[in-house]
């Protein structure tokens, strides 16, 4: 059974930086797609990032340029590094893998994933 844990969440000040890590167990990490997905209060889930198994990743456009999505496969594990936070980045962060083995494609919709976290709270004052 596939399980993933979130952890790194945190209050910070606008401008600020945190790094969420995922840790994955239950099935061989290195051959699937991780993904960062997050929902606020209200809102819907909303795509963040997503990395493949060979390491290509694509972005939402509101965090290009300031978030960093990376995986270690040797720790099982996923990383999102958050620079240049705002207050419009607090939700629930939440971390995600597929069922494509292999998959070339950046899902970013999340009906594409079948396993979740539980998620960690990202909380950026301004």
């Known amino acids: 059974q596939v399980q993933l844990v979130e952890s790194g969440g945190g209050l910070v000040q606008a401008g600020g930086s945190l790094r969420l890590s995922c840790a994955a167990s239950g099935r061989t990490f290195g051959s699937y797609a991780m993904a960062w997905f997050r929902q606020a209060p209200g809102k819907e889930r909303e795509f963040v990032a997503t990395?493949?198994?060979?390491?290509?990743?694509t972005y939402a456009g509101s965090v290009k340029g300031r978030f960093t999505i990376s995986r270690d496969n040797a720790k099982n594990t996923v990383y999102l590094q958050m620079n240049s936070l705002k207050p419009e980045d607090t939700a629930v962060y939440h971390c995600?893998?597929?069922?494509?083995?292999?998959?070339?494609?950046?899902?970013?919709?999340?009906?594409?994933?079948?396993?979740w976290g539980q998620g960690t709270q990202v909380t950026v004052s301004s």
């Open positions: 990395i493949r198994w060979d390491g290509g990743s």
């Open positions: 995600a893998t597929d069922s494509h083995y292999r998959g070339w494609h950046f899902y970013t919709s999340p009906d594409e994933y079948n396993y």
